[in-house]
């Protein structure tokens, strides 16, 4: 092999080499992908039994119910529908009716969302940006005149 072929073979190789890592990289990035939902959506969404999802809106007022140990059942809405969700674990300290959620899990075969994580808000202020977008969009939430 002359030196001309040595160098392309080595820069083939290590284009190959690239590519290769890209695609695994998007391949496995595809797969850890979970899309955002607010309850007005899954009515027109294909969501298939046991598709991680999040799940965003606010706590439902009066639905906060405590089973035993750490399991809490609640619903979250966007005014117009609403999902029971079911979540065993601690719930952050700032949990609370009427307050922007984003729960992440799956629909079990009853059609109750089963949360892994519930993620609350940090602030007086703070709502999660998918939960204000999508509030935003229907009309249910305003941004406050001091932002």
Do not use: C, N, W
């Given at each position: 092999m002359t030196r001309k072929q040595k160098r392309l073979s080595v820069?083939?190789?290590?284009?190959?080499?690239?590519?290769?890592?890209?695609?695994?990289?998007?391949y496995a990035l595809g797969q850890?992908?979970?899309?955002?939902?607010?309850?007005a959506d899954l009515?027109?969404?294909?969501?298939?039994?046991?598709?991680?999802i999040r799940l965003g809106g606010l706590v439902e007022k009066g639905t906060v119910q405590r089973g035993q140990g750490a399991t809490v059942a609640f619903s979250v809405t966007d005014t117009h529908k609403s999902v029971k969700?079911?979540?065993t674990g601690i719930l952050p300290d700032l949990f609370r009716e009427?307050?922007?959620?984003?729960?992440?899990?799956?629909?079990?075969?009853?059609?109750?969302?089963?949360?892994?994580?519930?993620?609350?808000?940090?602030?007086?202020r703070y709502m999660p940006k998918?939960?204000?977008?999508?509030?935003?969009a229907k009309g249910v939430w305003q941004e406050s005149k001091s932002e």
């Open positions: 820069i083939a190789g290590g284009l190959v080499f690239l590519g290769a890592a890209t695609g695994l990289t998007f850890k992908a979970s899309y955002f939902y607010m309850p009515v027109t969404a294909s969501v298939q039994p046991g598709q991680r969700v079911t979540y009427e307050q922007g959620v984003i729960t992440e899990g799956t629909f079990g075969p009853d059609g109750v969302f089963v949360a892994d994580s519930v993620l609350a808000k940090h602030d007086e998918e939960v204000a977008d999508g509030l935003k």
